[in-house]
């Protein structure tokens, strides 16, 4: 391309040049005055060229104290240099032909022309762009302040090495360090010692780098050393170029959240509890429906007994009597049940060895089962001890054991096993009824049926059954699980349909002084009373009274009665006989039989207690279990047992009191 063909009149162009720029230009002689003034400084400072000329511009533009630096360094500048004047590229202040007082950019180059230096000026209007600063500078401490004042978020920035550049209340009340402690320092501080060992806190940065964000829950370590559950988000900040320049960190203490959890875990629980009572009161009258069958058929047949009596057919007496009697332990097995489900029966916990009980137990499962079913019991070696009520725990195992004889029609094998095992922390949090600890696990196995998922989800509801009318009551899994877990245990069953069933049950390892275990009453044959011991009865219900004094009597024990308290201790405070035994219900008109109890053996320091009860009363039982060391005996009751209990309870060592 050819040059611009014509030679330019330099001045022409110079002048266009200075009106085209965006800059307001000035050119100054070295006494400050203005040679030159061009279309975006009339623009600018408001001044017209043919007013500006000849001014002085240190007096027109600047504010006085600008202005007399200005004219200063113009006269000291050194004749012969050229080129842009060092220092003399600043921001300062200017003034608009208004008044207006606004901030410029200068910047001035050293021409020279003749004699004398000319300066050029260049000032640039940068008010907008300040102004855009400030706004900046505003909104960063809003935003600051903002981040500040969370106090429900540890929020704070880190450098790209993990240090901790900012620190906002939040952090200081979550973490317990304030800024002045932990600005600086590694972020690492805030994490456990594992994790710190681990490498965690600069590999959840290099995450939170290469994927663009790390979030996560975890264990934080606040100032005085204590741990609380975490949720930490972390956002990799980078500028303009794409270079990262630390990390934002979020941090929120779930601690709170996670005991709300549990607080409505717990509620949940109870309400399941309360639930089930109310179930089972509901079901109050179908059963109440039940009972009066068996009563009917317990009074039908005592009318008939009494009736045939009087004619002397003493053969239909005896069928009547039967009947009668089989009604009402059919009427005593449902309370038994109901009383077992609703967690309320009173228990007589003690310590047992589960694989001697088991032995003796096979062969009468074995007998119960019939010799389509093989039963097999394996006890586990160096088996703990439990601590539980036997006879319930007897009825538990004859219910599995029948459950698994009703799933293998056409026989099959029942497997007793035991052996010693842990249930740990995580088992505890999948099933949060379950406290982690050592436990001895009874597993009961047949290979029969098995259980859909659906039957399985409510086997152990009471009155849920899947067998016909007659054969299936539904009580039977409900009795195994109230004891269960009255006893502090837990119960599972594993079953598939067409694969069999196994229930296991776990029941707390007891640790202690070995109490006098059951074991050794097991060799008393029922025995009646050695020559003329005394027994004091006390029971309100005067029916029962005199069926327990002829049971008593018969047994071959002297027995002297009475219906309630304070009876009871004239009889001990008046009478010179001798007494053994003190055989007492638990609630009495009058006061309890516990207090009776105590005053008795006060008076009386050898007499022995028996307590009888047909249902728990927090007076003796806490929670379903009698006081430490109170024998008890439940009614309804035969002979047998009771014969039992005396015998034992009299041939033991005189009960041991405190002086
Ligand atoms: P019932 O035996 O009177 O039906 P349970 O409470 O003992 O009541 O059992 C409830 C239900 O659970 C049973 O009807 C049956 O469907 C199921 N079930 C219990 N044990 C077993 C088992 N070992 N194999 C298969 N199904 C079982
Ligand atoms: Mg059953």
Not at 353 to 373: C, H, I, K, T, Y
Not at 483 to 500: A, L, N, T, V, W
Request: proline share 4%; charged share 25%.
């Amino acid at each position: 391309m050819t040059s611009i063909s014509s030679p330019i009149d330099s001045a022409k162009l110079a002048r266009g040049l200075l009106d085209a720029a965006f800059d307001a230009f000035v050119l100054l002689r070295a006494d400050g005055t203005i040679a030159e003034w061009n279309e975006r400084a009339v623009e600018i400072f408001g001044w017209s060229r043919e007013e500006a000329l000849g001014r002085n511009l240190a007096a027109l533009l600047l504010p006085e104290k600008h202005g007399a630096v200005l004219s200063r360094d113009l006269q000291r500048y050194p004749l012969g240099r050229l080129g842009e004047i060092p220092g003399q590229r600043r921001e300062l202040s200017a003034l608009r032909r208004s008044g207006e007082e606004f901030p410029i950019e200068l910047k001035m180059a050293a021409i020279e022309e003749g004699e004398e230096p000319l300066f050029v000026c260049s000032l640039r209007d940068i008010s907008a762009r300040k102004a855009a600063q400030q706004e900046l500078r505003e909104t960063e401490q809003q935003f600051s302040t903002l981040v500040q004042s969370i106090s429900n978020y540890a929020i704070c920035m880190l450098d790209p090495e993990g240090r901790v550049t900012t620190w906002n209340s939040g952090a200081e009340r979550i973490m317990g360090f304030c800024a002045e402690e932990i600005i600086g320092q590694h972020f690492s501080s805030l994490y456990t010692e594992d994790d710190r060992k681990g490498d965690v806190p600069m590999r959840v940065l290099r995450q939170a780098q290469r994927d663009g964000k790390f979030a996560a829950e975890g264990w934080r370590v606040r100032k005085d050393g204590s741990r609380f559950p975490a949720d930490t988000v972390i956002d990799p900040i980078r500028d303009h170029a794409g270079t990262l320049i630390g990390f934002a960190k979020v941090t929120r203490d779930l601690s709170a959240e996670r005991e709300a959890q549990q607080a409505l875990e717990e509620t949940r629980q109870k309400l399941a509890q309360i639930q089930k009572m109310e179930a089972i009161g509901q079901l109050t009258g179908g059963v109440a429906h039940d009972f009066n069958n068996l009563l009917t058929v317990v009074i039908g047949n005592l009318g008939m007994a009494q009736k045939a009596s009087a004619e002397g057919d003493f053969a239909r007496v005896r069928r009547a009597l039967g009947s009668a009697t089989r009604g009402a332990r059919r009427a005593a097995t449902l309370t038994q049940r109901l009383l077992a489900f609703s967690r309320q029966q009173p228990l007589d916990p003690k310590p047992l060895d589960l694989n001697r009980l088991l032995a003796s137990n096979v062969d009468f499962l074995q007998r119960s089962l019939g010799e389509m079913v093989a039963v097999e019991a394996v006890g586990g070696g160096g088996l703990w001890k439990v601590e539980i009520d036997r006879g319930e725990f007897e009825a538990a195992l004859l219910n599995l054991a029948l459950n698994a004889r009703d799933a293998m029609a056409g026989g099959g094998a029942l497997t007793i096993e035991t052996s010693n095992t842990f249930l740990d922390e995580m088992y505890a949090r999948a099933n949060p009824e379950v406290t982690p600890g050592q436990y001895v696990l009874v597993g009961v196995t047949d290979d029969g049926v098995g259980m859909t998922k659906e039957v399985l989800e409510r086997a152990f509801e009471p009155f849920f059954s899947t067998k016909p009318a007659r054969q299936g009551t539904g009580l039977g899994l409900s009795q195994v699980y109230g004891f269960i877990k009255q006893s502090g245990g837990h119960i599972r069953i594993y079953s598939e349909p067409g694969e069999g069933t196994t229930v296991k049950i776990y029941l707390p390892r007891y640790v202690g002084a070995d109490e006098k275990s059951d074991e050794a009453q097991e060799n008393h044959a029922t025995a009646g009373a050695a020559a003329a011991e005394t027994i004091l009865l006390v029971e309100d219900d005067e029916d029962v009274r005199a069926y327990l004094v002829e049971i008593c009597r018969d047994l071959g024990y002297r027995v002297l009665s009475a219906p309630g308290s304070s009876a009871a201790l004239r009889i001990l405070e008046e009478s010179d006989a001798r007494i053994d035994l003190l055989l007492s219900d638990v609630v009495l008109p009058g006061g309890n039989g516990r207090d009776l109890a105590a005053r008795a053996q006060e008076l009386r320091p050898d007499l022995k207690v028996l307590f009888m009860t047909g249902y728990s009363r927090n007076a003796i039982i806490h929670q379903g279990r009698l006081d430490a060391g109170r024998a008890m005996i439940q009614k309804p009751m035969t002979q047998r047992e009771l014969a039992d209990r005396l015998r034992s309870l009299l041939d033991a060592e005189p009960p041991r009191r405190k002086r």
